[in-house]
């Protein structure tokens, strides 16, 4: 296992993407330049190999000087210990093995445009001097917006050389079916060994099948060499008559009886498209391995001698014309090559098809008007090219063409869209997560609803409804209950107030007691929290119940004064209710003055309240972060804890004077919450 693994310093390989009988591909990362790519990984038993390697280094580098839409780019080639690899464009799309085992066959147009695809990056490759010698599906990669692209260029060379040796399962049987008659004779290969396997891959995407098989590599290679040229059963599979023929060419025996060329090949398959029985009559009469009706010989004339005679002398009369026509054209051609000048377009027949990719559908189509082609308008989504733009065209840019041809142009539906899963009760980050595996973008907005906090209330768009890849998805994520604001209970009959905190959704405390000459008796004396603030659905406002009895003046049982704290400093204040035996809750005041001493008291000084009860105070704070420099850290902490805050932990330096506080963070000055806590800066020596 070598996932994880990094080549060079550079190339991490993650986890495999597939493998075949020379290499094993992984997903990896290019963490210099931070993109994906694909990585092919030498097997071991290659690698030992000299003249092997040697092959792998020079066909993988004549590779990576290709570069061109229909091929997958070669970035790198290199060695990482006794592993051979090369980098590689990851192209995001299935094989076109893949599309044929889970479809079949394809559709005729379908099956021309990947064929044309193919041909024209081959005919770049083969252009730069280049054979590919493994042409089949599982090396021809169909990205989604059905750009077809050409791989393993970098190996194929260096292991057709092997391949007919080899015996280990898989090595063999991966390419037989598709490798032509001179290959599998071990003979010198050219272009049209390619162009037999293109020949194959069509047939196969045309009918679903092959068009030969067997029980073993050597029956398959033997029926490569020696039997008949299949052909396709235009009625049994709905195939032209044209496109059958193109077909039957490829897989003529011979080299010399298949087409010139891969652009060749483009070119009949276009002219298949547009005008089918032309298309079959040329193709039928170039084909010398097959003998079409146009073809059947002559019937025996009565005079033989006479019809030989005529028929000869049609034949000289024929190539003394064709000699004259030739010797016109050469003339034309040298005289405008000495004067330096284009040859003319005898009788402006011709065209050069525009580069409209990229451009609106609108555009497009004016463009071509203006030029006098045809449009042909097919849509497909795209996740690459905006929506109502131009994906690709058909032919490709710079093709010369008969005016009045048709130019396809495939235009962008935009991203493909996805039914909206419905994700409402989920929490929030499960439905975020949801969403974002299926490529949305996730928007959050909350508010207060009395559905469980953090879980979603409600989905825009609604679920269900057809939504873009890339697109936008709110959800409505609930804070809990709304808070409520404290009511002032102070003064309030306790059932009243017990009413009034029900009907709020909170909670009243009333388990305390004090005694307060000259109020009433059974009502609030103090709160904490202190009225004005918020409080969640559910909270709990702590109430003192006076008890004094105005009528009997006795006091608590059990009852103790409340000492009166007000103008105290707090930790004066604090240590004088504790003292009396209360607990302290405090509170906090942003004033201008007074600060770092207690203004408020509940109960008030001189009451009456149970030993271990509550008394709430509140202190004048400023409201932002003192300065602690050059004190030591007690007085320091006294100082912030007199306003209003804790200190969270220290923090030593090598500043300042020895033992003493040099700052803290935040800084002083800086406008803070009462109630939180800030770091001090500490001199360590």
Same mark, same amino acid.
């Given at each position: 296992?070598?996932?994880?693994?990094?080549?060079?310093?550079?190339?991490?390989?993650?986890?495999?993407?597939?493998?075949?009988?020379?290499?094993?591909?992984?997903?990896?990362?290019?963490?210099?330049?931070?993109?994906?790519?694909?990585?092919?990984?030498?097997?071991?038993?290659?690698?030992?190999?000299?003249?092997?390697?040697?092959?792998?280094?020079?066909?993988?580098?004549?590779?990576?000087?290709?570069?061109?839409?229909?091929?997958?780019?070669?970035?790198?080639?290199?060695?990482?210990?006794?592993?051979?690899?090369?980098?590689?464009?990851?192209?995001?799309?299935?094989?076109?093995?893949?599309?044929?085992?889970?479809?079949?066959?394809?559709?005729?147009?379908?099956?021309?445009?990947?064929?044309?695809?193919?041909?024209?990056?081959?005919?770049?490759?083969?252009?730069?001097?280049?054979?590919?010698?493994?042409?089949?599906?599982?090396?021809?990669?169909?990205?989604?917006?059905?750009?077809?692209?050409?791989?393993?260029?970098?190996?194929?060379?260096?292991?057709?050389?092997?391949?007919?040796?080899?015996?280990?399962?898989?090595?063999?049987?991966?390419?037989?079916?598709?490798?032509?008659?001179?290959?599998?004779?071990?003979?010198?290969?050219?272009?049209?060994?390619?162009?037999?396997?293109?020949?194959?891959?069509?047939?196969?995407?045309?009918?679903?099948?092959?068009?030969?098989?067997?029980?073993?590599?050597?029956?398959?290679?033997?029926?490569?060499?020696?039997?008949?040229?299949?052909?396709?059963?235009?009625?049994?599979?709905?195939?032209?008559?044209?496109?059958?023929?193109?077909?039957?060419?490829?897989?003529?025996?011979?080299?010399?009886?298949?087409?010139?060329?891969?652009?060749?090949?483009?070119?009949?398959?276009?002219?298949?498209?547009?005008?089918?029985?032309?298309?079959?009559?040329?193709?039928?009469?170039?084909?010398?391995?097959?003998?079409?009706?146009?073809?059947?010989?002559?019937?025996?004339?009565?005079?033989?001698?006479?019809?030989?005679?005529?028929?000869?002398?049609?034949?000289?009369?024929?190539?003394?014309?064709?000699?004259?026509?030739?010797?016109?054209?050469?003339?034309?051609?040298?005289?405008?090559?000495?004067?330096?000048?284009?040859?003319?377009?005898?009788?402006?027949?011709?065209?050069?098809?525009?580069?409209?990719?990229?451009?609106?559908?609108?555009?497009?189509?004016?463009?071509?008007?203006?030029?006098?082609?045809?449009?042909?308008?097919?849509?497909?989504?795209?996740?690459?090219?905006?929506?109502?733009?131009?994906?690709?065209?058909?032919?490709?840019?710079?093709?010369?063409?008969?005016?009045?041809?048709?130019?396809?142009?495939?235009?962008?539906?935009?991203?493909?869209?996805?039914?909206?899963?419905?994700?409402?009760?989920?929490?929030?980050?499960?439905?975020?997560?949801?969403?974002?595996?299926?490529?949305?973008?996730?928007?959050?907005?909350?508010?207060?609803?009395?559905?469980?906090?953090?879980?979603?209330?409600?989905?825009?768009?609604?679920?269900?409804?057809?939504?873009?890849?890339?697109?936008?998805?709110?959800?409505?994520?609930?804070?809990?209950?709304?808070?409520?604001?404290?009511?002032?209970?102070?003064?309030?009959?306790?059932?009243?107030?017990?009413?009034?905190?029900?009907?709020?959704?909170?909670?009243?405390?009333?388990?305390?007691?004090?005694?307060?000459?000259?109020?009433?008796?059974?009502?609030?004396?103090?709160?904490?929290?202190?009225?004005?603030?918020?409080?969640?659905?559910?909270?709990?406002?702590?109430?003192?119940?006076?008890?004094?009895?105005?009528?009997?003046?006795? &006091? /608590? #049982? !059990?009852?103790?004064? +409340? $000492?009166?704290?007000?103008?105290?400093?707090?930790? =004066? %204040?604090?240590?004088?209710?504790?003292?009396?035996?209360?607990?302290?809750?405090?509170?906090?005041?942003?004033?201008?003055?007074?600060?770092?001493?207690?203004?408020?008291?509940?109960?008030?000084?001189?009451?009456?309240?149970?030993?271990?009860?509550?008394?709430?105070?509140?202190?004048?704070?400023?409201?932002?972060?003192?300065?602690?420099?050059?004190?030591?850290?007690?007085?320091?902490?006294?100082?912030?804890?007199?306003?209003?805050?804790?200190?969270?932990?220290?923090?030593?330096?090598?500043?300042?004077?020895?033992?003493?506080?040099?700052?803290?963070? &935040? /800084? #002083? !000055?800086?406008?803070? +919450? $009462?109630?939180?806590?800030?770091?001090?800066?500490? =001199? %360590?020596?």
């Amino acid at each position: 296992m070598i996932e994880q693994q990094t080549f060079n310093n550079r190339y991490r390989l993650d986890h495999p993407l597939g493998e075949g009988g020379m290499a094993r591909v992984y997903l990896g990362i290019d963490t210099l330049l931070r993109r994906r790519v694909a990585i092919k990984v030498l097997r071991e038993q290659y690698a030992a190999d000299e003249e092997f390697v040697r092959r792998f280094y020079q066909e993988a580098e004549s590779a990576a000087k290709l570069s061109h839409p229909n091929i997958v780019n070669t970035y790198d080639v290199g060695r990482e210990g006794d592993l051979y690899y090369i980098v590689m464009e990851l192209v995001d799309g299935p094989s076109l093995a893949e599309i044929l085992a889970a479809d079949g066959k394809l559709p005729e147009p379908v099956a021309i445009d990947y064929t044309v695809q193919i041909c024209t990056g081959l005919a770049y490759a083969h252009r730069q001097g280049l054979l590919h010698r493994d042409i089949k599906p599982a090396n021809v990669l169909v990205t989604k917006d059905d750009v077809v692209k050409l791989s393993d260029f970098g190996i194929a060379r260096a292991v057709t050389q092997h391949t007919m040796a080899l015996t280990t399962p898989g090595l063999v049987m991966g390419s037989i079916y598709y490798i032509s008659p001179e290959q599998a004779q071990g003979h010198e290969l050219r272009e049209a060994s390619d162009l037999y396997s293109v020949g194959v891959v069509l047939y196969q995407m045309l009918t679903g099948e092959l068009p030969f098989t067997g029980d073993s590599p050597v029956t398959v290679a033997l029926k490569q060499i020696s039997d008949p040229v299949p052909t396709i059963d235009t009625q049994k599979y709905g195939v032209s008559p044209a496109l059958a023929a193109i077909v039957n060419r490829l897989l003529q025996k011979s080299p010399e009886h298949r087409f010139g060329s891969a652009s060749e090949v483009a070119s009949a398959l276009r002219e298949a498209r547009e005008r089918p029985s032309i298309a079959a009559y040329r193709i039928q009469d170039d084909a010398p391995a097959r003998v079409s009706p146009l073809e059947l010989p002559p019937r025996r004339s009565k005079m033989p001698d006479r019809r030989w005679r005529e028929e000869e002398r049609r034949r000289h009369a024929g190539a003394n014309a064709a000699i004259l026509v030739i010797a016109l054209v050469a003339a034309v051609v040298v005289g405008f090559w000495l004067l330096g000048r284009p040859l003319p377009d005898f009788g402006g027949s011709t065209i050069a098809v525009g580069n409209y990719i990229g451009e609106t559908d609108v555009q497009a189509e004016q463009q071509l008007s203006n030029a006098g082609l045809g449009t042909r308008i097919f849509h497909s989504s795209s996740n690459t090219v905006a929506l109502a733009h131009v994906i690709r065209q058909n032919p490709a840019p710079g093709t010369i063409v008969a005016k009045s041809a048709v130019v396809e142009l495939f235009i962008s539906n935009g991203l493909p869209t996805l039914g909206l899963r419905d994700v409402r009760g989920f929490s929030e980050g499960d439905a975020e997560r949801i969403l974002r595996e299926d490529k949305f973008i996730v928007r959050i907005f909350q508010r207060y609803d009395n559905a469980a906090k953090g879980s979603v209330v409600d989905q825009h768009p609604a679920p269900g409804a057809r939504v873009r890849e890339g697109s936008s998805i709110t959800l409505v994520v609930s804070e809990g209950p709304q808070p409520t604001q404290i009511p002032n209970f102070v003064g309030m009959p306790v059932d009243r107030a017990q009413a009034l905190a029900a009907h709020l959704g909170i909670t009243l405390d009333s388990s305390q007691q004090v005694a307060i000459p000259g109020e009433p008796g059974n009502t609030i004396a103090s709160q904490d929290p202190a009225p004005g603030g918020s409080i969640a659905h559910g909270g709990v406002v702590h109430v003192a119940v006076n008890m004094f009895s105005n009528a009997s003046a006795a &006091p /608590i #049982a !059990g009852g103790t004064v +409340v $000492p009166n704290v007000v103008g105290a400093t707090y930790a =004066n %204040a604090l240590q004088t209710l504790e003292q009396a035996g209360f607990t302290v809750s405090i509170q906090f005041s942003i004033q201008q003055d007074a600060n770092g001493s207690i203004i408020g008291e509940q109960p008030q000084g001189g009451a009456q309240a149970p030993s271990g009860s509550r008394i709430a105070v509140t202190l004048s704070v400023p409201g932002e972060v003192p300065d602690t420099d050059g004190l030591s850290v007690d007085q320091a902490r006294a100082l912030l804890q007199a306003a209003g805050y804790s200190v969270e932990s220290l923090r030593y330096t090598t500043e300042g004077a020895g033992g003493r506080v040099v700052g803290t963070d &935040p /800084i #002083a !000055g800086t406008s803070l +919450v $009462p109630g939180g806590s800030v770091v001090l800066v500490v =001199n %360590a020596q």
